[in-house]
């Protein structure tokens, strides 16, 4: 009876892993096949020989290089901006006593409910008229140099390390920017990487701002070269896996790298709510 | 000694400025601003000026055809999408916490959805649901079923979206709710085996009430998710919401109307009406979880 149970959780797991991941097989092998491979009855599985130059052409229709550079900047741009302003906040509403913490917060909190597309109303005005950064890549940055989320959940990290190693530091007369940096920054290490991480992803698969906020072709973001792409490509489906493919190859290497860290960040951030 | 004073609180104000102005710039004012245009009948967003000022869009929005159909499409998505993949992840999830070997694998592979790019993987579902030659018609074929125009029949663009929308957020609800059952102390399963208690019983009398908080809590923000599912739609259907609009959620008409249609104060009003929405679903949800959740 064991045995069966174990079998049957075996292949019940087996097919929905496959289900999962098909889409991403099906991305990967079809960039590598020929129009012919990929558009044949009965089904080709896997591509033999290895179509590399639909990379090749991919490229010649759209400089995809030229979005994965801008998709860098921007996501690197946007996460260090974040991990300096939200390490900052957090220690200020973790560890300062002020007048108004609380208050503030959870103004601050009770913000998250708030749909973004109310605000890329205004703010569609306020970076593309007011601050004239119309298909720049600053504009792509500047909106998301904070984030109250992100805020709210090194707090939750900051708040976990024992407030007596605060006060015995005060006792010392360690000041509060070097308590910050010495203690609290490399204690919440890990807290760190994993919203770096976060922001990093979603970063790199933002969509709808970047499209409002840009024009030309040397401003685009991959999510949004990748839609025009798959516009002009039409049917020539292996362009567009392999085009696909250089959009979420990055993805995938972060993914084997720092699994533990998204895993656990988003376990922890499920349950703490 | 660490009572709160001016001297702490200005320190702190310096600590926070850096993201305190970037909220209040990009979060707080336009919040206030895009509620204020969304009175105004026509609002010039370039010069700052309205006109006519009421409640005007907003029954514009509601009297709109296109905006009853994104409400239907939206409700219909929600109301599948959302209970059929906390059910499946749940499931998923008893599975992957099986002492087994192998399990950590399996995790590795469920998890990884999370990080996609929508719009990239979007193109492979494309091509899965392609009349002509994706593999989901052959597949179907091979049972005797005939071919399916799933993104070009209006029949069929709505459960599409919504396959691809239960695809799309599996990963982090099984990730959410494995790490939910690990967390469940093990002492109970102990006493369960020992009284030799069937696994449907354990799961229904131990895991369920155990996890029902998590359950509620993820299932009101994958409703608000869902709620406001627009990525989606692009990566299927790319330029526009489907066949006759069939695929067209709520946020994706906000968006047509704001840089489609050019109609900044209409968009304005019909995001507000979304807002109210979630807020009262929000409410809703809460309400019912305090009642019938077991802490």
């Known amino acids: 009876m064991k045995n069966v149970y174990k079998i049957i959780t075996y292949i019940l797991l087996a ?12 991305m990967i092998t079809g960039s590598l096949k020929t129009y012919n491979q990929i558009t044949a009855t009965p089904i080709v599985w896997w591509p033999v020989p290895a179509q590399w130059n639909n990379y090749t052409t991919a490229l010649e229709y759209a400089p995809f290089d030229i979005y994965f550079i801008n998709t860098v900047i921007v996501s690197v741009g946007t996460t260090v901006s974040v991990l300096i302003t939200s390490i900052f906040a957090a220690f200020a509403f973790s560890r300062l006593k002020f007048r108004g913490r609380d ?18 109303i205004t703010n569609y005005v306020t970076v593309a008229v007011r601050m004239q950064l119309m298909d720049t890549l600053l504009a792509l940055i500047i909106p998301f140099t904070a984030s109250i989320f992100y805020i709210y959940l090194l707090r939750e990290f900051f708040n ?30 890990n807290a760190l990487i994993t919203i770096g991480l976060f922001n990093f992803i979603a970063s790199w698969n933002a969509y709808i701002w970047p499209l409002l906020l840009t024009n030309s072709e040397s401003k685009r973001v991959l999510s949004i070269g990748l839609k025009y792409f798959s516009g002009e490509a039409g049917t020539d489906y292996e362009l567009l896996m392999a085009a696909g493919t250089i959009v979420i190859a990055p993805l995938l290497v972060i993914y084997l790298f720092f699994r533990r860290y998204i895993v656990e960040g988003v376990a922890r951030s499920g349950i703490k709510g | 000694m660490f009572e709160p004073r001016w001297k702490t609180t200005l320190k702190a104000l310096l600590y926070l400025s850096p993201a305190l102005i970037v909220i209040a710039v990009f979060v707080i004012y336009p919040m206030f601003r895009s509620v204020w245009i969304s ?69 590795t592979l469920y998890f990884l959805p999370y990080i996609t790019n929508l719009i990239a993987i979007g193109l492979a579902f494309k091509f899965i649901f392609n009349s002509t030659y994706g593999i989901l018609n052959r597949i ?12 070009n029949d209006p029949k069929y663009s709505l459960p599409a979206l919504i396959i691809f929308g239960i695809w799309s957020g599996l990963a982090f609800k099984i990730v959410v709710f494995l790490a939910g059952i690990q967390g469940i102390n093990k002492q109970y399963y102990q006493a369960a085996k020992i009284d030799n208690t069937s696994r449907w019983r354990t799961f229904t009398k131990i895991t369920m009430p155990m996890l029902s908080p998590m359950i509620f809590y993820i299932g009101i923000i994958s409703f608000i998710g ?30 047509d109307l704001f840089y489609g249609a050019n109609e900044p104060p209409r968009a304005a009003a019909a995001s507000v009406i979304l807002f109210l929405i979630i807020l009262v679903f929000t409410f809703i949800q809460l309400r019912a979880s305090k009642k019938r959740v077991q802490y």
């Open chain 1, 103 to 120: 208050t503030i917060f959870s103004i601050l909190l009770s913000t998250l409910m708030i749909p973004s597309q109310i605000l890329i």
């Open chain 1, 15 to 26: 097919a929905g892993a496959v289900i999962m991941l098909f889409p991403f097989f099906w």
């Open chain 2, 140 to 151: 179907l074929g091979l049972f005797g079923i005939d071919t399916i125009m799933w993104l």
């Open chain 2, 226 to 255: 869902a709620l406001k599912t627009y990525v989606e739609v692009v990566g299927l259907y790319g330029n526009n919401p489907g066949p006759a609009d069939t695929a067209m959620t709520i946020v994706y008409y906000v968006y």
């Open chain 2, 39 to 107: 009175f105004f009948k026509d609002y010039n967003i370039f010069k700052h000026t309205g006109s006519g000022f009421g409640l005007d869009n907003y029954k514009w929005v509601l009297n709109d055809g296109r905006f009853i159909l994104a409400l239907k499409n939206t409700t219909i998505y929600t109301i599948v999408v959302v209970p059929v993949s906390v059910v499946i992840a749940l499931f998923t999830a008893v599975l992957l916490n099986s002492k087994m070997k192998g399990m950590k694998l399996f995790e």
């Open chain 1, 160 to 189: 976990q390390i024992p407030e007596q190693l605060y006060l015995a530091a005060k006792v010392d007369g360690t000041s509060d920017w070097r308590y910050l940096w010495k203690i609290m920054v490399p204690n919440a290490k």
